[in-house]
C-alpha cells in the first residue's frame, strides 16, 4: 500500500489514491496479565453475559442484562465490566457486573433507543456516559457515574452535532474527559450542527475548554496514554488524524482518509488506525 501522512513541509498528503489502509492490534493478552483476570468477554443475543478463559474452555455465566449490546468494557482494574445495551428497541441503559458474578447493577437509563458509549476512570471508580438524549429537540449528554454510590453528576448537554461522535475518553492521570460536541456558545444555532469540537472537562464539571475546533467536524478523541495529548479525527471532504492538546499546536498524522478509527500503542510512541479505501 503507498503510504500516507503528513508531507515534510507539514500539509497533509492523501490528494493521491489510497488502496487500503489497515492496522490491526491485539491487546487483550497483555491487557489481562496486568489486571490479573484471563479471559475475554462476550453477551449473547439473549442478554447473558459471558466470561471464557483466554486459553480455552467452557464459557462462565456472569449475569444476565435485558437488552441487546451496545458496547462492552473492562475496567483498568480488571474487577468490574461496563456494558452498554437497548432494550426492547425503545430505550437504552448501561449496567455494570462484578467479574466474580452477581447481579447486574443498572447505573443508567434514558428513553431513546441508541446504546451510550462508556469510559471507565484511569482508577476503575466511574464511568463517564455519553448517552443520546430527546426533550425538545435531539441532543447528547455527557454524565459522569460514581459506581460505588451511584451518584451521578450532569457534566454537559448540547444539540446533535454528529450521529456518532465517538468517546467519552479519559485523560490518564483520571483529571480531564475528551468529548465532541457541538461548538460552544453555538448551541441554539442550527448552522452549528453541522460542526462539532473536541472538549475538554473536568469530572467535576469545571474547566470545560476547547482542545481542538476550527474548520470541519472534530470527533472521536482518544487521549495519550501518558501525555497531556488528545488523538482526534477531523473530517471534511476527507478525513484526517489530528493531535492536539492544551498548549500545543495541532499536528496532522495522516490524511485523505475515509471513516478512519485509531488507536495509540499503550507508550503512547505509535498509532494503528484502519480507513476505508478509495481510488
Known sequence: PEPIGPRPDGIAAGRRPVRALLAVAVVLPALLGRTGCSGSLSLDDDGRLYLVDAGGGEPTRLADIPGSLGALAWSPTGNRIAVATVIAGERHAAWVVATDGGRAQRVLEGPTPAPPSVAWSPDGTRLAVLSLREDRMIGRRLNVI????????????????????????????????AYARTPLGREGDRT???????VGIAPGGTARRVIAGGWGVQSDPLWHPTERAVLHVRSGRFSQLVVAGPGRASRTVAGGLIAPTASWSPDGRAIAFVAARRD
Open 192 to 198: 452549528a450542527l453541522r460542526d462539532a469540537d473536541v
Open 146 to 177: 460514581d459506581v460505588d454510590s451511584g451518584g451521578l453528576r450532569r457534566l454537559d448537554r448540547w444539540p446533535v452535532a454528529l450521529l456518532d461522535p465517538g468517546g467519552p475518553s479519559w485523560s490518564a492521570d483520571g483529571r480531564r474527559i
